[in-house]
């Protein structure tokens, strides 16, 4: 079956520097892929939908200078965390779709971003 | 944002027992789905819905899309601990696709 997978699983970072975390579509091509971040004991989030090849839809209250995306070929997508801070540590999560196949909501194993 | 309300927001129950959760909207939507999530882990897909109407059972787990295309819900018969964790609705409609609020199973041995 589909195939979603996100590296690092897990990133300890200082507080000013950048992370960048990929997801992957292992076994299909994702035309759009949705990143989140959710926090403990809370629902998932939406941050930002990208299209292959296209700039990224951000939700409101996302920064997009802050939160990067990249989605640069149909097999993975990109969210880096600009200078991050304490407040951005968070699992983030993101998911694939492939409308010709009709895979929908195939989500990655998640990221757990802790920033010090 | 979420337009999704989903409840029962957590439930304690007895091996054995049946669960009932439900999602509802204000808006339509064009697909619905039911994951459970795992602690650290991310959301793994039980059941997709793609019409209205529409009932569908995965194992023990049943869900149905809503005639009205604004609601869902999913019933689990005869749990049992593995089926411990958070169970989310989500519901998509072009590129759109929200989340519940979800609900925390508890199965009590």
């Known amino acids: 079956g589909a195939v979603v997978s996100q590296h690092p699983s897990r990133v300890i970072c200082k507080s000013g520097t950048s992370v960048k975390i990929e997801c992957r579509s292992l076994?299909?091509?994702?035309?759009?892929m949705f990143w989140y971040r959710q926090f403990p004991k809370q629902s998932l989030m939406l941050m930002a939908t990208?299209?292959?090849?296209?700039?990224?839809?951000?939700e409101q209250g996302v920064e997009k200078d802050k939160f990067l995306i990249n989605h640069a070929s149909l097999t993975l997508s990109t969210l880096t965390v600009t200078s991050a801070h304490p407040e951005d540590s968070s699992f983030y999560i993101c998911?694939?779709?492939?409308?010709?196949?009709?895979?929908?909501?195939?989500f990655g194993p998640g990221t757990r971003l802790t920033v010090l | 944002g979420q337009q999704l309300n989903q409840s029962p927001q957590s439930m304690f129950i007895q091996e054995g027992e049946d669960v009932s959760m439900n999602c509802t909207s204000s808006?339509?939507?064009?697909?619905w789905l039911w994951y459970k999530q795992d602690p650290g882990e991310g959301p793994v897909l039980l059941i997709a819905?793609?019409?209205?109407?529409e009932l569908t059972s995965n194992g023990r787990l049943t869900a149905q899309f809503g005639i009205t295309r604004k609601d869902s819900f999913l019933n689990i018969s005869a749990s049992i601990p593995s089926d411990v964790g958070i169970y989310f609705c989500?519901?998509?409609?072009?590129?759109?696709?929200?989340f519940g609020t979800g609900t925390s199973l508890t199965v009590i041995p």
């Open positions: 998911s694939a779709r492939d409308l010709g196949l009709a895979v929908d909501g195939i």
């Open positions: 076994d299909f091509q994702a035309t759009t």
């Open positions: 990208s299209n292959e090849g296209s700039k990224a839809t951000y």
């Open positions: 808006s339509i939507f064009n697909t």
């Open positions: 819905l793609y019409k209205a109407g």
């Open positions: 989500a519901a998509l409609t072009g590129n759109q696709f929200y």
